[in-house]
């Protein structure tokens, strides 16, 4: 029987003492295309990276992260989840995307700190490796590009709701019948072996997105992402219960008490907690816990960067109900050894200590700063605002 191996890190050779470690300074970066990379430095020279991010609110994350440096300045970085309970709970009003997402990075960066300066990679500190590998997925609009995803190596692939303008609350029968035949153009591409999700991403109307859920079930998706707004908590109740299809949600929902009213109330099947937003790895270690106590998988949501990515692998490491992993960059020209797809569409969890990322500094050099901000979409016929 095969089990996954354990990765303790290398030994250094030598053992530093670290009895006292103290917390110097935090540095913030913007980083191209849209993220903010973060580095805490410490009195022994080891220093934790994390991903804040609150995608088009960059510079409102770097401000957060500032006001948090004080408390942490001087303190001992080990202390992880008392330090995420100070952060979270010394803040009058709690929660919210903004304190969640800088708090997350910051967590991040501790765990990283932690596994480096025990020489083990974050998952040995989590109960150690539940697999050796991590299925990952890319995507796809059309039949052409499924194609390319397949010969590359993924045997999961998300693409959206084909559409030419936003949806309205009601939509006609073209409009549904345009996304249903580029699905089913995705499906014949990419055979009965290849998992296709597709994202609402929340910007469907309820009222389409019931129709489009009933048509599309012919085609079986491996999930379907977001059917309405995730705050709606009841609608996607209502939705979920309306098919057999698996609902999938979780990026815009933070914290264990956000995910507790989803498993609670059966609105999704599959939980994808940003590990940039919902609390980092401390807290998508309990709503991993959470939802598998309703017999609930996780899908970690990742539009971002290469470290997110590596605390996505450390979690999917560490726990035994993971499904898939999602992922934009595999690291090339951020990281050193960037991270591979296997001919099995997964990616192989990390060997090194602490998260297992080690920045390109030279390479990172002509992707320093942006300005990326959210796309601003619009009614075609009123001009009233809508989702994107």
Known sequence: MKLPQSSYAASPGHFADYSKVKITKLETFLVKPRWIFLKIHTDVGVVGLGEPLLEGRALTIQTAIKEVEPY????DPRHIVHHWQAIYRHAFYRGGPILTSALSGIDHALWDIKG????VPVYELLGGPTRDRVRVYGRASSGEEIKKRKAEGYT???TGVFKKDPANIVENPRFIRNAINNFAELRQAGGDDMDIAIDFHGS???????????????????FVEEPCQAQNVDTMVDIARGTHLPIAAGERIFTKWGFRELLEKKAVSIVQPDLCHAGGITEGRLIAGMAEAYYVPIAPHNPMGPISLAVGLQLAASVPNFLVQEQVSLGEGYIKNPFKLQKDGTVMIPQGPG?????DEAQLKDKIGHDWKNPESYNALDGSVVDW
């Open 116 to 119: 480096k300066l025990l020489n």
């Open 355 to 359: 998260l297992g990322v080690e920045l």
């Open 72 to 75: 942490l300045i001087g303190k």
């Open 156 to 158: 999961v692939i998300k």
């Open 204 to 222: 469907i109307p309820p009222q389409t997105a019931k129709i489009l859920i009933k048509e599309l079930e012919r085609y079986q998706p491996m």
